[in-house]
């Protein structure tokens, strides 16, 4: 991709500091949508970032390109072209890399319930990145060459994302709050599995506390009324329709939790849920922590004890 870049730059460079210029903003671009995912957050993110460091009229300049990466199909300048270009240019890689790419998609759009996923990613596949490659690079002096390997690119993610069946955990709890201890166990699901949904049901004395503090990126089904757990996890599974398998996750802190999570596996098949049981083991320095001890130090107005256990999720 360097030597593609480095091509196109030498056509069209006119100096040392419009290359300079170009290189920064796809370096910024690229940078702050890993971080915020969002074209215009990346251009926030850019213009915090480099505050007072740059005039203003480049920084609005650079942050009008960045932007410009929502409405690719607008680019009509050699800064505008590479920016789309590189925007797009994971799409010339080979098969397995396309693969490793469209995983990585998958899992910032994980909120979505992968039915929805899936079909918006198809109409992309099919429809919308082709005509936007058609429109800036296929009549282009200098990426014209480049047009059939987007094409070809575009067919082989639409197959990718057809046969597609991703590994689902559901992660199952009271969360109120979602705490380090939490995430100590997310992180370790996520690395299991490509996807997890969190769900939460009613619990008795606990009704006050709504669960809060759950990550923004994780989809969720958080009931705030009296349900069945297996309930809200069928509704989970009916809403991933074409899903590879799902397993309910559970955290495990110490010896007491374990006896307790073989009487909850058995509830839940007595409560007719089939579905497999992932236990995680959370890491020593978090087995001490759980959600009643932070509610506690809420009730008693101990609320710089209760964000000691919340700090490193914060």
Known sequence: MKKILRNILKIKKKNDNSSRSIKLRAFLSKIGKNILSNEV????????KYRGSLDK?????????????ETPEKAKTIQEKVLVFLDFATILNDTQSLRDSSLKIFKEYQKIPFNEFKLGRGHFC??????????????????GSYYEGFIKGFKT???????????????VGSFKPFHMGHKNILKKAEQIFDKVIVV???????????PWNIPYYLETNISGE???????????????????????????????????????????????????VVHIL??????????????????????????FYMKDYK
């Open 41 to 48: 957050m990346s251009a926030k993110f850019f213009e915090d």
């Open 57 to 69: 009229k480049r920084k609005n300049k650079v942050s009008k390109l960045i932007k410009l990466t």
């Open 126 to 143: 099919f429809s919308i990145g082709p005509k936007i490659v058609e429109k800036v690079f296929k009549d282009d002096d200098i990426f």
């Open 157 to 171: 993610l639409e197959i990718i994302n057809e046969s597609f069946q991703p590994k689902i955990g559901i992660y």
């Open 200 to 210: 939460s049901a009613y619990k008795e004395g606990k009704e006050e506390h709504e």
């Open 226 to 276: 009296k349900r069945v757990i297996t309930d809200l996890i069928k509704e989970v599974t009916d809403n991933n329709i074409g899903v590879g398998s799902f397993s309910i996750i559970r955290g495990i802190r110490n010896n007491h939790d374990l006896i307790e999570e073989q009487n909850y596996s058995q509830v839940l098949k007595d409560l007719g849920c089939t579905l497999p």
């Open 282 to 307: 959370a890491d020593n320095k978090y087995s001490h922590i759980s959600s009643s001890l932070i509610r506690e130090f809420i009730d008693l107005d101990r609320h710089e004890e209760a964000d």
